[in-house]
Every structure is written in C-alpha cells, then in structure tokens.
C-alpha cells in the first residue's frame, strides 16, 4: 500500500485514526447529552434534540472540537466528565505496533490533531504513546483547524516538511482533502475509525483496515 522508501514523515492523527472513535462518539453522543439532560431535568431525547443543532453549527470549525468552549456553552465540566469513562480510551488494534514499526525505521512521525490539548493529556495519561512521536502537535496551537489550509501553512513552517515525501493518516475525508489541496502526497483514510460501528465511506481514498499491513519489513 505504501512505498516506504519514498516516505520521510508520517503524520498521524490520533482519534479514529491511533486511537478508537468509540470513546468520544460515546462521549458527545450519548455522555454529554445524559448529564445535560440530568443537568436540565429534562429527558434524554429532549437534550439531544437541543444539542444536536448545536454541535452541529460547530462542526469542522476549531470551537467544536475546543473543550473550554462547550464548558462554558453548555456549563458542564467537560474534563472531568471524560476522565469519568476514561477507561473507554484504546488504540485501534495494532496501532501501537505500527508507531513502533515506523519509529524503528528512522521515519519523522509527527501526531497532528484536533483535539484540545487536555483531550491530548488525558489520552497520553492513559495509554504510552507520548515517547513513538518526535512531535505532539494539537490544531489548537496553531488556532486553526487540520481542515484550514492555514494550519496546513504553520505546519509547514514549524516542521519544514517535504510534503512529497510525507505519508498523512486520518479519519475524516474532509481533512484528507485539505491535506490533498495543500499537497501532501500520500493520502491514507481509515476504513473502521469506531470498533461499535460499520465501515466508513472513504471516497477516492485507499484506506487502512489492518495496520499489520502497513508495517516495514526490515528491507524497505
């Protein structure tokens, strides 16, 4: 699937890509919207029905994926409601094997993500994968969503990538599809992002299932 010889940089998203989807699908799905509800004395449906218009306003926008901001939108403590069902929080299978793989192989790997940085922490604090990476790098920073062709722009400064010679790994085609305009040459989407849920539609791109098949031999 990829010719490792031409690859320099891997950058990896991390949730739906590393790490499984189900933890914060559950989370703003089902989680946030039952301590809402508790929160309102109005029922489950009820909450969903209010939030859902409003999580969706913010999608693909920096703010939806900004845990200070739906702490104060929705007056809930948004950190400490995911460390409640932290032990949700995994890597996809063989993700781990793969970061080994690719880091004993001397390539740049490079974690970019949208989550916010105490979604980041709180991950790290859970599963070791902080020492696979050469950088850890949240959109956050940068004040710009990955599906911002100006993150894309600050990326490339901070890192001086060579984006022909950078293999990209994420969940969201609308993501991929920035990095594809901004140029990055190897594409790759992911074809089960949430282990409690079916395949994905990943477009015009190839997708990892198995991550045992993008391993390095030891002659690539």
């Known amino acids: 699937m990829i010719n490792w010889n031409s690859i320099d940089t891997v950058l990896l998203d991390m949730d739906g890509t590393l790490l499984d989807l189900h933890f914060d699908n559950y ?6 919207p039952l301590k809402y509800a508790e929160k309102h004395g109005i029922s489950l449906e009820q909450s969903k029905a209010e939030l859902d218009p409003r999580f969706a306003q913010t999608h693909g926008k920096l703010q939806w994926y900004c845990l200070d901001y739906w702490r ?13 069902i932290a032990h949700l929080i995994s890597f996809r299978p063989y993700a781990d094997t793969f970061l080994q793989s690719i880091k004993d192989a001397g390539k ?3 974690m ?3 989550a916010h940085r105490d979604s980041l922490s709180l991950k790290l604090e859970r599963l070791s994968m902080a020492h696979y990476f050469d950088r850890l790098i949240s959109s956050h920073d940068y004040g710009y969503p990955k599906e911002n062709q100006l993150f894309w722009c600050r990326l490339e400064e901070e890192i001086g990538l060579n984006k022909s010679r950078a293999l990209f790994i994420d969940d969201g085609v609308n993501i991929l599809d920035a990095a594809k305009t901004f140029g990055i040459a190897n594409l790759l989407a992911i074809r ?3 282990s409690q849920k079916s395949a994905w539609d990943t477009g015009s791109y190839n997708a990892v299932e198995d991550y045992r098949d993008l391993l390095i031999k030891p002659h690539e």
Do not use: R, S
């Open 27 to 32: 989370f703003w799905q089902e989680y946030v």
């Open 72 to 84: 104060k939108e929705l007056d809930l403590d948004i950190v400490a409601m995911k460390q409640e």
């Open 108 to 110: 740049e790997v490079i």
């Open 112 to 114: 970019i993500t949208n």
């Open 192 to 194: 089960y992002p949430d």
